[in-house]
């Protein structure tokens, strides 16, 4: 069982966008919450976005909310992350987490995690 980053973390220039990807195996997708998360060394674990397990609704972090987009392709069991207007504070390690029947996406809630892909935003 396992979730893994696919694609997108790198450096990018501040309002430039970029997408990350996750793709998970060994569990059903649909039953699940997802999640994206990212984290800067020393700091707390940030969750940014969640895809509600039961109804699909979507949240997102005040920080990124107007900017970040959550979708899935439940087909492929992949999670993405559209990232646009990308800020320098916006520079973090980002996880994507899965949690079974899960709602919220809280941190310590989530059953499996991806790798982590890092994202550099500068000039």
């Known amino acids: 069982l396992r979730f893994s980053c696919r694609r997108g973390g790198g450096w990018v220039q501040p309002g430039n966008s970029l997408r990350l990807s996750c793709a998970a195996s060994?569990?059903?997708?649909?039953?699940?919450?997802i999640g994206w998360f990212r984290q800067v060394p020393g700091k707390e674990r940030e969750r940014i976005s969640c895809?509600?397990?039961?109804?699909?609704?979507?949240s997102y972090g005040e920080s990124v909310k107007g900017r970040f987009t959550i979708s899935t392709n439940n087909a492929k069991k992949s999670v993405y992350l559209q990232m646009n207007s990308l800020k320098p504070e916006d520079s973090a390690v980002y996880y994507c987490?899965?949690?079974?029947?899960?709602?919220?996406?809280?941190?310590?809630?989530?059953?499996?995690w991806g790798k982590g892909t890092l994202v550099t935003v500068s000039s």
């Open positions: 987490a899965a949690d079974f029947l899960g709602t919220d996406c809280y941190e310590y809630d989530m059953d499996y």
């Open positions: 060994g569990f059903n997708f649909d039953d699940y919450a």
């Open positions: 895809i509600n397990s039961y109804d699909r609704s979507v």
